[in-house]
């Protein structure tokens, strides 16, 4: 008699946009991230922002009844936010020299071909900038699709050189494709949430944009739990 192997354990869709609400003081510390959230103005507030929802997302796999942490751990979320800030930058800064690389030819081949009405420099300027978005397209989509489970993997980790550990990162990714990509869709969702907020008289400054953060997190988070690959 054959068997049906059972079916794995998907993402629950919903959760993360809820949970936020079953924490009693969910809206002092949604308040408080809202002004790290401000602060990124500055750059600084984003290091306390990284290592806040780094922490949160490590209460969230270790079954934390209420997993966003008190913000009364400024110096540790502020360490842990560089490191997290580090991994990212590490993984931006080839996309940003590319996109400059092209850039510049384009600007200087743009402003000779509008100051002389030189034709050819205005096709080689618009040639190039062709080249940009068929290249930064699918870099961006690929950057999209990566990088959260790198850094997934260095919140939980806690190691700097986690976010370069490839092998483990793509066998992650493989090993449960189907709900990273749902994790993925959450986190599309996300970020329309907290662009929507700002768009009405920037609500999203004060809660939505920071609140997406905290979605993304949850969602991530579970695909690490119901994961099976992601010790190695």
């Known amino acids: 008699m054959s068997t049906v192997a059972p079916a794995s ?15 009693p003081n969910w809206v002092q510390k949604i308040l408080i991230g809202g002004l790290f959230y401000l602060a990124g103005i500055f750059i600084v507030g984003w290091f306390f922002l990284f290592g806040y929802v780094a922490q949160t997302t490590r209460n969230i796999i270790a079954g934390v009844p209420h997993p966003l942490p008190e913000w009364n751990d400024l110096g540790g979320f502020f360490a ?8 990212w930058l590490v993984y931006m800064l080839p996309l940003f020299l590319v996109f400059i690389g092209l850039m510049v030819p384009t600007t200087i081949l743009g402003a000779i071909g509008g100051s002389q009405e030189n034709e050819a420099a205005e096709a080689m300027a618009g040639l190039f900038m062709g080249c940009i978005y068929c290249l930064m397209l699918p870099i961006g989509l690929a950057f999209a699709f990566w990088l959260p489970a790198a850094m997934l993997r260095v919140a939980v980790k806690q190691r700097f050189s986690a976010g370069f550990e490839f092998g483990a990162i793509w066998a992650f990714i493989r090993g449960n494709v189907g709900n990273y990509l749902l ?3 959450v986190m ?4 329309f949430v907290g662009g929507a907020g700002v768009m009405l008289f920037c609500i999203g400054v004060i809660f939505t944009a920071f609140w997406a953060f905290l979605i993304s997190a949850h969602a991530y988070a579970q695909v690490w739990m119901l994961s099976p690959v992601h010790e190695s």
């Open 9 to 23: 354990p998907q993402l629950d869709f919903s959760r993360p946009f809820a949970y936020v609400f079953d924490d």
């Open 80 to 87: 842990e936010g560089l490191r997290v800030a580090g991994v």
């Open 183 to 185: 994790a993925v869709l």
């Open 188 to 191: 599309f969702i996300a970020r």
